[in-house]
């Protein structure tokens, strides 16, 4: 039954694609047009494979081109071609999983379909199944259907090799922004709009991005009751919204009558998001979460995480928090979903609600830099540097022979530690005289500073003297 309006309409479904080729039938959503087509390119030949997302509602077809060596994005319902990111830039869809199936493997393909990936992570977060799950039951799948075919060595390499591509695609979109992809995407083809409403896909309005960064050190608070933004207790911004990276249907609201102040959804809508996007001062190693008000009534929810490169951490659930590696920049993600009979169900998802006498901060999160990274070695002991010339024997190394009553030798150190920055294939060292008598007198040193430029254990230049311009010279000569 489908109903448009007060008019009902008998709509039977159909997954016979003998019967939806028919030229008497012919009709049908995107699982009709799905099925048809992938039915017609098999016995073409071509290996199809059905795509879908997971809680979307939504499904279309993908054929594997052998000469490109790739899967090729198909939708017959919309008439579009090889344009996976149609569904996230065109129809605004707020993408979580997606998984492709084939007759012998199932596969994510989540991150094919967005070039948001920091919210497509988010956007996972706030589902049923988390991704670890979700992986873990495609995984189960695929052992199933290899025991179930008896799947042949040939045919599992040939499927891996498949997937190394796919998976460089889907990291080369994370390079991707949507300003950058450059192509005009439309909605829907052939919907109308109070379809549209209902699957959530009608957005007139524009996601409005101020396009602020936050240049952060150790400390980073809100204040919603004056609505102000303080980094590093020494600079303040008024407008939390206005110094969001961007945000989507969502505002900030102060109760008079209640003497409250809080971020929330707008008026009807069935969500909302911020993103605050973070620059760090210097690499950070850590945080640690110090206060977030949130509240919550009925179905209402609130999502908050903070997103690196490399990981999503749920910032509801971890206080403290230590970065896989030192991060240089984040972003921070208010999501704001639920919904229920109330005609208030948009208030029933806030963030930062405090009173508006209230001096304190509603939001306030600290990070810890990470130590100082030195992209050299100090060795000084003749076996130390030995053992590192055996470890590294094919790289140019560069030995800083040095003594701390030496002004030149200070004055050429900060070169040295610059140089070793830029210059990340080549082995820098450094080394005492004074305490490494051995490594001197086996090399000959009879000046400070002196630099050996060394490769398989043979010195292929000396430099003496703080020359900056001899030991650049020198490293573009034999690195």
Not at 31 to 38: K, Q, T
Not at 246 to 274: C, L, M, N, P, T
Not at 429 to 447: E, H, L, M
Request: glycine share 4%; aromatic share 12%; net charge positive.
């Amino acid at each position: 039954m489908y109903k448009k309006g007060t008019e009902s309409y008998n709509f039977v479904r159909y997954n016979d694609p003998v019967k939806l080729i028919q030229p008497d039938h012919r009709t049908g959503r995107c699982g009709e047009f799905a099925n048809a087509f992938a039915f017609l390119a098999s016995v073409m030949g071509f290996e199809v494979r059905k795509v879908s997302t997971v809680y979307e509602d939504h499904v279309w077809v993908e054929i594997y081109s052998v000469a490109q060596k790739r899967w090729i994005h198909y939708d017959p319902c919309e008439n579009q071609h090889d344009m996976p990111l149609v569904y996230e830039l065109g129809w605004k869809k707020e993408m979580s999983y997606v998984v492709a199936v084939q007759a012998d493997l199932v596969s994510d393909v989540s991150k094919k379909y967005s070039v948001q990936h920091q919210k497509l992570a988010l956007n996972q977060a706030t589902k049923v199944i988390r991704y670890d799950e979700y992986m873990s039951i495609l995984k189960r799948i695929n052992l199933q259907l290899k025991q179930k075919y008896n799947l042949s060595t040939e045919r599992v390499n040939e499927l891996k090799a498949r997937r190394v591509v796919e998976n460089a695609e889907m990291k080369h979109n994370s390079t991707l922004t949507p300003e950058s992809v450059g192509k005009s995407y439309s909605g829907r083809q052939n919907a109308d709009e109070e379809w549209l409403k209902n699957r959530g896909e009608f957005h007139p309005e524009t996601v409005k991005s101020p396009g602020k960064y936050l240049h952060v050190g150790t400390k980073l608070t809100y204040n919603s009751a004056k609505d102000k933004i303080c980094i590093d207790d020494e600079i303040c911004f008024t407008g939390f919204l206005s110094h969001a990276l961007k945000y989507k249907q969502v505002f900030r609201k102060v109760e008079s009558d209640w003497e409250k102040a809080y971020i929330s959804r707008v008026e009807d809508a069935a969500h909302g998001w911020v993103k605050l996007a973070i620059k760090f001062k210097s690499p950070a190693k850590s945080l640690t979460v110090r206060k977030i008000l949130t509240f919550e009534k009925e179905a209402g929810k609130v999502a908050i995480a903070l997103a690196t490169d490399t990981e999503i951490i749920n910032l509801r659930n971890s206080t403290t928090h230590k970065f896989k590696n030192p991060v240089t920049e984040c972003g921070i993600y208010f999501h704001f979903y639920g919904e229920s009979e109330s005609d208030v169900s948009w208030q029933h998802s806030q963030v930062f609600r405090q009173d508006l006498k209230d001096d304190n901060p509603a939001f306030a999160i600290d990070f810890t830099p990470a130590p100082e990274e030195k992209n050299y070695h100090v060795l000084n002991s003749k076996s130390e540097i030995d053992q590192h010339l055996k470890n590294h024997p094919e790289k140019l190394t560069v030995i800083d022979f040095f003594a701390t009553w030496c002004p030149p030798c200070r004055a050429i150190a900060p070169v040295f530690e610059r140089l070793a920055t830029e210059n990340k294939t080549v082995q820098f060292i450094k080394t005492d005289v004074d305490q490494n008598p051995d490594s001197s007198q086996f090399y000959g040193i009879r000046a400070m500073p002196t630099f050996l430029f060394l490769k398989n254990g043979q010195v292929l230049e000396t430099v003496r003297g703080a020359n900056e311009s001899a030991i650049i010279n020198a490293i573009n000569k034999h690195k």
